[in-house]
């Protein structure tokens, strides 16, 4: 069982401090709530405390600081954290590099991420897909429209996201993603596209 100490406590203050003011898209949920459940869901799946700490700070160098940020990762928790953060961050600048070719990327580098990596961007993806199925059941094709991707974009990136855990990291982990995605794929073809605010 993995033992939780005060360097995850710290982490937990450093993760409020950086991303306290953030909501999640298209609603008043804190976006600290998505960073809690990444971490549960590492943890649930026997990740370790580096990659609980790192479950935690995933999108810090992505969102809130670049490699500078990484940098300050690196010194408070160490080498282990901060490699993991990287390779979950698809992009260390602002503006963000145009959003198709950037996810095509990061897919392209899924081979060569780590254990550690792949366990905690997993979680991340799981945490996501199930927050946007939720959304769409209660808000329909309209949550499309908080994406980059919008509606096509978004089901093709979840899509390829399944396959490749599914292939890279198969368990119940990458089972409990697959169906996610299946069932949000069937929900939104199942409705009017006329109606879905989608890229066409």
């Not at 990740?47 to 670049?66: C, K, P, V, Y």
């Not at 927050?131 to 994406?147: E, T």
């Amino acid at each position: 069982m993995t033992q939780l100490t005060t360097r995850f406590d710290e982490a937990l203050l450093y993760a409020r401090a950086i991303h306290g003011g953030q909501k999640r898209k298209g609603s008043d949920i804190p976006y600290f709530a998505h960073l809690l459940g990444v971490a549960s869901l590492t943890l649930e799946a026997g990740g370790s405390e580096d990659q609980a700490i790192a479950a935690l700070l995933h999108d810090a160098a992505e969102d809130q600081g670049g490699h500078e940020r990484l940098d300050d990762i690196r010194s408070r928790f160490g080498a282990a954290v901060a490699d993991i953060v990287g390779a979950c961050s698809d992009s260390f600048v602002e503006p963000k590099p145009d959003w198709e070719p950037r996810k095509k990327a990061y897919l392209e580098a899924m081979d060569s991420k780590s254990s550690d990596a792949l366990l905690v961007s997993l979680a991340d993806k799981i945490h996501n897909a199930e927050a946007i199925l939720a959304d769409f059941r209660s808000v329909g094709p309209a949550v499309f429209a908080r994406f980059t991707g919008r509606r096509v974009g978004t089901l093709w990136y979840y899509r390829a996201l399944a396959d490749a855990f599914t292939r890279l990291r198969p368990g119940a982990a990458a089972d409990r993603l697959a169906r996610a995605v299946a069932a949000l794929h069937s929900e939104a073809e199942a409705m009017s596209e006329t109606n879905d605010g989608g890229n066409r």
